[in-house]
């Protein structure tokens, strides 16, 4: 029967299987949506939305449409609205089919259960994770990509720069205290590329100061052969400086600002501990560093202080920081008295001269010259000529080395390094005094008869000290400083008597300008330059004749004081209450 003619009644078999397919699709779980029958059918896993989408009416399994989900309508003549049926109705196969027509005369046979349609099984939930959102799945390999090009583009780019430009700087190492403290400091400059030599010529220092220069790979090292001055700006700059393939030539400067000084000082106290003390140049910021009941005379390093005491009446001599923590003792050759402290900061000693306390004419060690090591190991080492410990009556450290230079009672001038396993003293002649021994060049100045000459201590050789222009006189001490010197000289009236006494500095080329004077009973005790001699300390006894000695094994006058002067100016910048500046070698001798 077709059904297509809408017109013509149900039979009562048509009814009863309608409702059973009616109430079997009601019992059914929900299955996805049959797509029309004029397209392939195809089963999959995917949610049913997923055909909800697909154009055109749902079509029921009684034949029916419902109302589409599509967000457009489709036009009907293109939709075939033929019914599905749900299952075939089955005749009993002892009738030939036209009797099944005829339902109005027969009762109708039972329909056997349709068979289940696979295109109507409910597909088994799975899981499903959410999906990132395309848009954010599609950026993140772009800009991925976009950083990598940018850092490829950044690194060639600088390639490229360094291929051009030729060496750059990388890095630049100097210790700026140690540079206004010592000699020998170095800077290393370190380019972006290994350097081919460097000529000194190619370097310049502003302001002006000698040095050395050493290359090595990337380093380049200039050594300071003098200390250089305080709260100064120093620009080192090197000219056409080239990597080891000398293709490109480049500029390389580089600047370093110096601290500001510091001076250590001493205060002798009669009723109460004496004080070394550290403080600026303008004296408002002193601090006590060291305090014992009695301070022969102390020397400072880079590192340590070196303090000369009293105990039991006889020498004691301390070791300790510069904040004068963690004090220790170093032994002495045996029980007497020590002067003449001096120390060696390339040398890392410490000398002096030794007298055993038990001393007489027939038994004792006089004056012998004592150096051992700071860090207090081993024992004192006693300098020997020959076989024997020889009195020594003035002796002095060269600077910049672990030598020293010394004259004997008998006047023989001799020099040793103390650190050599077998040093032997080397003779120098003869000498009366030694005045003072420049820093980086080991050139001391020393008096033969009434001569005074530069003694080259590394050949030997020697020449006339320049005479000074004007003539102020003959000096009483001379103290070295790059540039030049400090001579102290007496002044005198017409008849030859002493009116006062003046300080010069007089320049390498024998330029003389009066520096500092004193006049009537003060009397100049001691002049020394700081280590770059951009400044002097001047220590002064004043009214000498009422100033009585003190009742130390090193006596000196109860009242001292010391001047700080721009030595290339002479201004006066501060006067300090305390003698035995840390700027000078050694006490002072009167």
Known sequence: MSTDDADRPLTRAELRARRAAEEAAAAAPAVPEVPPADEPVTRSAAPADVFDRAPGPRRTPNGGSGPSTASESVPAADVDLSPVPAAEAVTSPERPPAEAA?????????????????????????????????????RFPLVLGAVIGVLVVVVAAFGVVTLLQGPRISSVKIDAQSAIDASGTRMIITASQPLAKVDPKQVSVSPQAPFTVDTSGRNLGIRFTVPLDDDTNYTVTVKDATGTDKQRQSTLQASFQTPKSTIFLLQRNAKGDDTIFITDLGGKNAVPVVQHEKIDDFRATADHLVVATE???????????????????????????????????????????????????????ASILVTQSLTGDGEPQIVKVGDKMPSISQWAFVPDSSSVLFIDFSGALFVEDRTAAKGTPTALGSAQTVEGISRGTYTAIVSRGNDLVELNLADGSEKPLAASTPDFGVPGTIAPFPGGTLRQV???????????????????????TKLF??????????????????????????KLVNNPYDQSLLPLPTTMQTHIVDTRTGKELVVLAGFDPSWCAQAPHR
């Open 102 to 138: 005829d339902a109005e005369t027969f009762d109708a046979v039972p329909v056997a259960e349709a068979a289940p349609d696979p295109r109507l099984e409910a597909s088994e939930w799975q899981p499903h994770p959410s999906p990132a959102p395309a848009a954010r799945r599609r």
């Open 311 to 365: 105990k039991d009446g006889v020498s004691q001599l301390l070791v300790m920081d510069r904040k004068g923590k963690n004090q220790r003792e170093l032994k002495l050759p045996g029980p007497g008295f020590l002067s003449n402290l001096q120390v060696s900061e390339r040398g890392n000693l410490v000398g002096y001269t030794f007298t055993d306390k038990g001393i007489s004419a027939t038994s004792g060690r």
């Open 490 to 512: 007496a002044t005198r009236d017409a008849t030859g008597l002493p009116t006062g006494q003046i300080v010069t500095r007089v320049d390498d080329d024998g330029k003389a």
């Open 517 to 542: 004077s004193v006049t009537g009973s003060d009397a100049i005790m001691q002049a020394c330059p700081s280590p770059s001699g951009q400044y002097s300390a001047i220590v002064v006894a004043p």
